[in-house]
């Protein structure tokens, strides 16, 4: 039998969260995320499988844990921006990871039909696209 998990699985996944919205997927080496987890590469790979395991894993907490429930409640754009690194995963993941990855692409899809659909397009547009300047003007 081997030995108990010695980490909280969600704890990780939420930890990996931050890192993939800061660094986006393909800015993290498995040392990074190995470094910023605080887990062994062996259990990383035992619990997950691989980077983009984790990555999914991630994803998909992140979209459950995080985005849907910003997007209850029907919020305007302005009270969305005021939340904007928020949305930084969902625009990292569509940006990098969806147009290669056919199970991300449709996560995000997914995503951004739900984000229209609370906003309107163009307004969902507009947030998106200043949410990206914001983090190319300020680097946060």
Same mark, same amino acid.
């Given at each position: 039998?081997?030995? @108990?998990? *010695? #980490?909280?699985?969600?704890?990780?996944?939420?930890?990996?969260? $931050?890192? #993939?919205?800061?660094?986006?997927?393909?800015?993290? *080496?498995? %040392?990074?995320?190995?470094?910023?987890?605080?887990?062994?590469?062996? *259990?990383?790979?035992?619990? #997950?499988?691989?980077?983009?395991?984790?990555?999914?894993?991630?994803?998909?907490?992140?979209?459950? /844990?995080?985005?849907?429930?910003?997007? %209850?409640?029907? @919020?305007?754009?302005?009270?969305?921006?005021?939340?904007?690194?928020?949305? %930084?995963?969902? &625009?990292?993941?569509?940006?990098?990871?969806? @147009? &290669? %990855?056919?199970?991300?692409?449709?996560?995000?899809?997914?995503?951004?039909?739900?984000?229209?659909?609370?906003?309107?397009?163009?307004?969902?547009?507009?947030?998106?696209?200043?949410?990206?300047? $914001?983090?190319? /003007?300020?680097?946060?």
């Amino acid at each position: 039998m081997g030995r @108990p998990r *010695s #980490f909280d699985e969600e704890a990780v996944t939420r930890a990996a969260v $931050a890192l #993939f919205a800061g660094r986006a997927y393909d800015g993290l *080496s498995v %040392d990074d995320l190995v470094t910023g987890l605080g887990v062994h590469r062996n *259990s990383l790979y035992k619990t #997950f499988g691989s980077k983009r395991g984790l990555y999914l894993t991630a994803l998909q907490w992140y979209l459950r /844990n995080e985005l849907a429930p910003l997007l %209850d409640g029907a @919020p305007t754009t302005g009270a969305l921006l005021r939340e904007g690194a928020k949305l %930084d995963l969902l &625009l990292l993941a569509a940006a990098e990871q969806a @147009p &290669l %990855d056919a199970e991300v692409g449709a996560l995000v899809a997914a995503a951004l039909a739900r984000v229209d659909a609370v906003l309107g397009p163009d307004a969902a547009n507009q947030l998106l696209g200043l949410r990206l300047r $914001a983090r190319i /003007n300020t680097g946060e």
